[in-house]
């Protein structure tokens, strides 16, 4: 047996990290093509985009795992059966059950360690990953000229250049509208020539301008405005030299405590105190200010009873007034204090939907928790026995197989979390859903498995589903027949 197990745990290793990292691998790039857009043109140093993606690693983990668990059992046990390895074992006296233990033990100590991940290190993660995340995407892009557009990433100014060196050091016919309170330019500035350069701190973009000129309004406030002298000021030079803030192109870290909060940031004692919290709020929320005591209207307002009309506390009906007139008000008066009530429940709806919200999203991270580990042996479950049956190693059946059950899997998760996140299920339901639909398909693996029957033998199927309408026939015709029976006395 230890021969055995050696044998079977060293099969399953090496495909588990080969398709490990290849999954990681298409889950970062995967990634990367996303946020292409807020990465490339800003001029982020390498260390900011490797501990972007160091942190997206440790998040991707949760999809990763499962995959890669339900890749490798297939393919390990695939293997084993195409070399006859499983017909060796079975012939000396060791069950598939018996040869698959050490493994179970393996991707339990896997479920374990992906729990306490999911719990101490994964709420450290995502909050690093998301003001991280949160920085990069709010980063201005690089100051770049593109010859006969104008660019605005600059506060204050619009600059044109007509073509540039190859260098892209040197700008050619320049025309620069300076506009710092947001308005219309009041300044305009031409050149033939600019050379660009960085300050020595890096704070600073210098623009070296050759051969041109700069119009500047010189209205003051007092000045006439007909007045043709105090319009503009003109100004010619040879050179001049202007400097740019390049203060808002730098990246400002945002403070972690901000997203300290969020339900992916927290782990299970936080998600408690949370939870807790939140319930209280919702529970002051229904009892303050409750419109229990305002949800019945005094239709009829005593102020328009007739005065042939009996003073009584009881609500009294509209063909107790005499008046038309009267009738109006009181039917007036009603229908205000009905759209006062229904104000007032939109803007409790208003006020207690947050909470709400809050309050299921919690819940599902709270289940979130445990679903990883769960997933871990759920897909190891369905792909070790599904590879003993299809006896099919390498990376071309397995592969298909596999991605067919994650599919199925991920789209019911989804789904069902969804669903939870809108209220129409209950959070528990929903995190838990893909793993209780697909529990009962892992005992049907496993049984066919261990007893070698065919999975995809049509002619057993019908034959046991034969047998089994013939059962029913035959019990219905028993009965039938009994109580057909005489009655003795």
């Not at 298409?26 to 807020?38: A, E, G, S, T």
């Not at 995809?456 to 059962?471: H, P, T």
């Amino acid at each position: 047996m230890k021969k055995i197990n050696l044998l079977i745990l060293q099969a399953f290793i090496k495909p588990f990290m080969v398709t490990f990292f290849i999954v990681m691998f298409v889950l970062l790039m995967l990634f990367l093509f996303k946020y292409v857009d807020d990465l490339i043109g800003k001029g982020f140093q390498w260390y900011v985009i490797l501990e972007l993606l160091s942190y997206q690693c440790a998040v991707q983990l949760t999809m990763a795992l499962p995959l890669s668990m339900l890749l490798s059992s297939i393919m390990t046990f695939g293997n084993l059966g195409e070399s006859y390895e499983l017909v060796a074992i079975k012939a000396a006296g060791v069950s598939l059950r018996q040869a698959m233990t050490p493994l179970f033990v393996v991707v339990g100590l896997f479920a374990a360690g992906s729990f306490l991940f999911s719990d101490y290190i994964l709420p450290v993660v995502n909050l690093k990953m998301g003001s991280l995340l949160y920085d990069v995407r709010k980063k201005k892009a690089d100051f770049f000229i593109k010859p006969g557009v104008f660019n605005n990433t600059i506060p204050g100014y619009s600059i044109r250049a007509k073509s540039k060196s190859d260098d892209g050091t040197t700008l050619y016919d320049l025309m620069i509208y300076e506009h710092p309170s947001g308005a219309t330019a009041n300044n305009v500035t031409f050149a033939k020539e600019g050379y660009i350069q960085n300050s020595a701190d890096n704070n600073y973009m210098v623009l070296e301008l050759k051969d041109g000129v700069r119009y500047e309004d010189a209205r003051s406030k007092n000045a006439k405005r007909y007045d043709p002298r105090q319009q503009f000021t003109r100004f010619r030079f040879k050179e001049t030299t202007t400097k740019f803030d390049m203060g808002s192109f730098k990246m400002d870290r945002t403070d972690e405590g901000l997203f300290a909060s969020h339900q992916q940031m927290l782990n299970l004692r936080q998600l408690r105190l949370y939870s807790d919290s939140n319930r209280m709020e919702l529970d002051s929320l229904r009892s303050v200010n409750s419109l229990e005591s305002k949800r019945y209207i005094n239709y009829y307002s005593p102020y328009f009873r007739d005065s042939t009309v009996q003073a009584t506390n009881k609500p009294i009906k509209i063909a107790d007034f005499e008046r038309n007139d009267q009738r109006r008000m009181a039917i007036n008066n009603a229908l205000n204090q009905a759209r006062q009530i229904k104000d007032m429940a939109q803007n409790r709806e208003a006020e207690f939907a947050p909470y709400a919200d809050k309050d299921i999203r919690y819940d599902i991270e709270w289940h979130r928790k445990f679903t990883l580990a769960a997933s871990c042996l759920l897909l190891f479950g369905i792909g070790a026995p599904l590879g003993a049956i299809i006896r099919k190693g390498g990376l071309g059946l397995p592969v298909v197989m596999a991605i067919i059950f994650f599919l199925i899997y991920h789209v019911i998760a989804t789904l069902a979390e969804k669903a939870a996140k809108d209220a129409s299920l209950a959070p528990m339901w929903g995190m838990w859903m893909a793993i209780i639909v697909l529990t009962p398909l892992a005992i049907f693996l496993t049984y066919k498995s261990t007893t070698d029957s065919a999975l995809f033998d049509a002619d057993q199927y019908k034959q046991k589903a034969l047998g089994l309408w013939r059962k029913v026939v035959g019990f219905f015709n028993k009965k039938k027949d009994k109580n057909d029976k005489p009655l003795t006395v």
